[in-house]
């Protein structure tokens, strides 16, 4: 009897969906590749990295609007990664060629594309923008 309940427990903790026992391969896509745009993400950073350094780097290839390495709120030190925005895509694409998989303060980094927070949003004509018909 005993080994009855045991084999009823094993499959129902096999076919079971609510985590325990078996579970699924979980299958991940890797993230979409980001549109080119002027703003760069750049990881690989060393904790010693600045954004003074991070922009020193990347205005080699083009006008830096903006260079900001993240950093920890406690230690102060970097992240890891940063971001760069150029002027251009032009430039931006220059950034890329120039310093992804190079060194950076004894660390490879990586320079792609940014994904934006917020998607652009196109114009749209409104009934105010509409010229009255006579």
Request: proline share 7%; hydrophobic share 35%; aromatic share 12%.
């Amino acid at each position: 009897m005993a080994a009855a309940a045991t084999a009823r427990q094993g499959f129902r903790r096999m076919f079971s969906t609510s985590g325990s026992g078996f579970a699924r391969p979980r299958t991940t896509l890797p993230p979409p590749k980001a549109d080119p745009n002027p703003s760069l993400f750049v990881s690989g950073l060393s904790k010693r990295t600045t954004s003074e350094g991070l922009k020193e780097a990347f205005k080699k290839f083009g006008r830096v609007m903006h260079a900001r390495v993240v950093t920890d709120r406690n230690s102060g030190y970097s992240r890891g990664f940063g971001f760069v925005r150029y002027e251009t895509v032009e430039e931006a694409a220059r950034g890329i060629e120039g310093l992804d998989g190079k060194f950076l303060d004894g660390w490879v980094i990586f320079a792609e594309y940014a994904r934006l927070k917020y998607p652009p949003q196109q114009e749209q004509e409104t009934a105010a923008d509409i010229p009255p018909q006579i």
